[in-house]
T-cell receptor
Framework: KAGVTQTPRYLIKTRGQQVTLSCSPI?????VSWYQQTPGQGLQFLFE???????NKGNFPGRFSGRQFSNSRSEMNVSTLELGDSALYLC????????????FGQGTRLTVV | DAKTTQPPSMDCAEGRAANLPCNHS???????VYWYRQIHSQGPQYIIH???NNETNEMASLIITEDRKSSTLILPHATLRDTAVYYC???????????FGGGTRLMVKP
């Protein structure tokens, strides 16, 4: 079956702009989580959506937001971009039930200049 | 904060077993131990998880001590393609909200 698909793979934005990233989970998966990976902070959890509702949220400012559609596809948005938002953004999908594994996409590499 | 402690790096000879340790002394009764790995520039890949019994799958074995305060991931015959950062994660939230620590950078050498 198809894996987790993230688009776009690479993106360059200017400070102050906003950006939307997309994630298509594995068919049948209802949970989508987003992570930010930087060299300094490592992999950090942003938020999780399950059945179109945000179920868990990490410690990120309100500039980071997301949503999930009825087909489980998810988008995350970052407004008023800062240089420090440059990172690899990873999406993971899972069944959303107890103690199942997460499947990660290849990520979107965002560069803010 | 991550609830696990791992050595920052390890080397292993190709074809030998790679034994990656993880300490999780504050683990609670309903928390599972997960292992993921991340090969350079790719998304993390699930390897295995367990609660208290030892587990084995086609990729690796997971040995959890009886007191559950530590575990070891075993790659029985390491190959060059196993070179990656390995993350040990303790999780009680259905695996959907993973807290990654620094991981162990495993270098498999010919």
């Amino acid at each position: 079956k198809a894996g987790v698909t993230q688009t776009p793979r690479y993106l360059i934005k200017t400070r102050g702009q906003q950006v939307t990233l997309s994630c298509s989970p594995i068919s049948g998966h209802r949970s989508v989580s987003w992570y930010q990976q930087t060299p300094g902070q490592g992999l950090q959890f942003l938020f999780e959506y399950f059945s179109e509702t945000q179920r868990n949220k990490g410690n990120f400012p309100g500039r980071f937001s997301g949503r999930q559609f009825s087909n489980s596809r998810s988008e995350m948005n970052v407004s008023t971009l800062e240089l420090g938002d440059s990172a690899l953004y990873l999406c993971a999908s899972s069944l959303g039930t107890l103690y199942t594994e997460a499947f990660f996409g290849q990520g979107t590499r965002l560069t803010v200049v | 904060d991550a609830k696990t402690t791992q050595p920052p790096s390890m080397d292993c000879a190709e074809g030998r077993a790679a034994n990656l340790p993880c300490n999780h002394s504050t683990i609670s009764g309903n928390e599972y131990v997960y292992w993921y790995r991340q090969i350079h520039s790719q998304g993390p890949q699930y390897i295995i998880h367990g609660l208290k019994n030892n587990e084995t799958n086609e990729m690796a074995s997971l040995i959890i001590t009886e007191d559950r305060k530590s575990s070891t991931l075993i790659l029985p015959h390491a190959t060059l393609r196993d070179t990656a950062v390995y993350y040990c994660i303790v999780d009680n939230n259905a695996g959907n909200m993973l807290t990654f620590g620094g991981g162990t950078r495993l270098m498999v050498k010919p």
